[in-house]
DNA sequence: TAGATTGTTAATCGATTAACAATC
DNA sequence: TAGATTGTTAATCGATTAACAATC
């Protein structure tokens, strides 16, 4: 698929556009339109028309778009429509968390592999994988190439890590620190945690 | 302080100057500028001193900012000058990992109550506070006002959650769960966890 | 064919960047 | 005073919205 640039806010809007699609799915809808997923979406048929048209011409005028085809075609210009291995560095509670969040919600990731430099996680099993010590781990993703580093180790640790994702030549990384990382070729999608917490800390004190 | 309307996108860059301010705080920096500024955060420098003039004027020609005033400042708009009580529906690992998180790294926010419907989760205690069943919990709650709720239960109870936040009179609402909820009046910050995968995914799929 | 709705071009709106006078 | 850097206005850029011809 030859894409040109698209910005940042069309790509953010596109799961968006798949969960919604999937919930009329649902419902046993066979075909949508750009009016009416506007108005389950709170945006205008203009934007949704425009979004679309980045990538090609998915409907049909005078029809409409079709439910699933277009579902099908947003996973293909994710690429959700692949299966991706993953890799978890920090087995708190969170990473366990999110590790057993993807085994139970997401079939398109697999929980491949995790790190943890605590000795008494090592051995333990987390979401069907292995917890493994910094230089098993470091053995183990050179055999078993990971695509997607998810990262839940405080911030101190950050460095290190950095170090293992360019070494396992990972392909993107899913970070939860709260220190933001960006490793040079690589694309990282940051949480913010606690950008999101004080923005909304920010709503509540200005009620329009 | 009287605000007039300011875009997302501002409120969204003000934790993140907070805290890069941090930083320059504990290498023992006492002003800085704009210039400087822009180029560790990766922004322009006429961008930050917009953002920051919508509020007031906080720097000093000539001289720049002071790094630890700024800070406050911001604190101030943001509301994070103050502390919030916090509630978290839905103690699973996620939950679980949230209330540890934000006991050990936010002392502005305190993890007042817990809810879980499981049996065997109630009365143990996570981050030293009790998890309640719902009947004790909506009790609870009334003696003792949540501003913030967590929530990171499953999509099937979220309907039921939604009165729960409307009955408790809370401020806003931190939504960890798959489908975006929106309450009347309330300001809600959706987390979006498999929308910032997919996107990452996306980048994965075509690099620059 | 008539009605509906797309794909796409043009207009508008808002956010970012540049420029510069004010002033410490 | 001279140099630096802000606060603010004006210019640019990009994203959203509106309009409409194409077409199913």
């Known amino acids: 698929m030859v894409t040109p640039y698209v910005s940042d806010a069309v790509i953010r809007r596109l799961p968006r556009y798949k969960r919604f699609l999937r919930s009329l799915k649902l419902k046993g809808q066979e075909k949508t339109s750009s009016k009416e997923l506007a108005q389950i979406m709170d945006l205008t048929a203009s934007q949704i028309r425009q979004d679309l048209n980045h990538f090609g011409g998915f409907g049909q005028q005078g029809y409409g778009y079709n439910v699933s085809d277009l579902e099908r075609q947003i996973d293909k210009i994710l ?3 692949k299966t991706y291995t993953m890799g978890f560095i920090g087995c708190g509670r969170l990473g366990e968390a999110l590790a057993n ?3 139970n919600n997401e079939p398109h990731f697999k929980v491949t592999a995790l790190c943890d430099i605590r000795p008494d996680m090592q ?3 987390i979401a069907g ?3 493994m010590g910094q230089s098993e781990f470091d053995e183990f993703v050179k055999k078993n190439p990971i695509d997607i580093m998810v990262l839940t180790v405080p911030a101190d ?9 360019v070494e396992a030549n990972v ?3 899913w970070n939860f620190g709260l220190v933001e990382i960006s490793l040079p070729g690589i694309p990282v999608s940051n949480m913010h945690l606690s950008e999101s917490l004080e923005s909304l800390v920010y709503y509540i004190n200005h009620p329009d």
């Open 129 to 131: 994988a292995k917890v």
């Open 79 to 81: 690429g959700t429509d």
């Open 123 to 125: 051995g333990t099993e």
């Open 101 to 103: 969040y993807i085994r």
């Open 157 to 165: 640790q950050i460095p290190s890590v950095e170090r293992i994702c």
């Open 171 to 173: 392909k993107g990384v």
